[in-house]
């Protein structure tokens, strides 16, 4: 099993672009990390997703983590490669795609809900596991399961979760996070994701700060 590592961060978090364009790419994603965040992920069902990877994995500086997202197929994770992409997220725990993606040296994070299924993920050898729905779910809910789980592995909690409720997972150990609608929806201007991104850090550092 390879298992690839999730690499430091200052702040898991992992910024879902859901709908983003080609031509919106170079801005949203250049400011998005120009206020903090250095993973950027692309959800398939975007339009013309890999070739927005493609740009996004070109402009990032070598220390952020560049993907897609609903990553569904081998054949998904060969495109994902082509196009200069070395996160893979999942919205289900498909084996052979997470093995296949591991085996590219991808940072893989497949969705799960259960513990069926983050233990398959794991077995698989996932880098980590998005929770989600994790407003389902809560932190107490993740954290009952986690409690079988390999120590080894990132886990992150996504949908429902935002600069607004930060501080009830964090307090409850989860400090990665996929961030979603509540940073980015189809038809918000560049300057309006980056402002929304720059309240996100914000809300995160002082979330962590609380916690300390």
Do not use: H, W
């Not at 978090?13 to 170079?26: Q, S």
């Not at 497949?110 to 779910?137: D, M």
């Not at 996929?178 to 991104?197: D, F, H, N, R």
Request: glycine share 12%.
């Amino acid at each position: 099993m390879t298992r690839v590592p999730f690499p430091p961060m200052q702040r898991p978090l992992v910024a879902i672009l859901r709908g983003l364009t080609p031509g919106e790419t170079e801005a949203v994603v250049g400011g998005l990390i120009e206020v903090g965040f250095t993973a950027i992920e692309i959800p398939l069902n975007s339009p013309d997703p890999f070739r927005s990877i493609e740009m996004a994995a070109k402009l990032a500086p070598a220390e952020c983590l560049i993907g897609a997202g609903t990553v569904l197929t081998v054949e998904d994770v060969e495109a994902l490669e082509a196009a200069g992409g070395r996160l893979m997220v999942s919205p289900n725990v498909e084996p052979a795609v997470i093995s296949l993606a591991a085996q590219k040296g991808m940072v893989t994070l497949p969705g799960c809900f259960t513990a069926t299924e983050a233990l398959a993920a794991a077995r698989a050898g996932a880098t980590g596991l998005k929770f989600f729905p994790a407003s389902v779910l809560g932190p107490s809910g993740i954290n009952a399961i986690r409690a079988v789980l390999p120590k080894d592995l990132i886990i992150a909690a996504v949908g429902g979760v935002s600069d607004a409720n930060f501080g009830e997972y964090i307090k409850g150990g989860i400090t990665a996070f996929g961030l979603g609608s509540s940073l980015y929806k189809p038809g918000m201007t560049p300057a309006e994701v980056i402002a929304k991104g720059r309240l996100t850090i914000e809300s995160y550092d002082r979330a962590m700060e609380a916690r300390a």
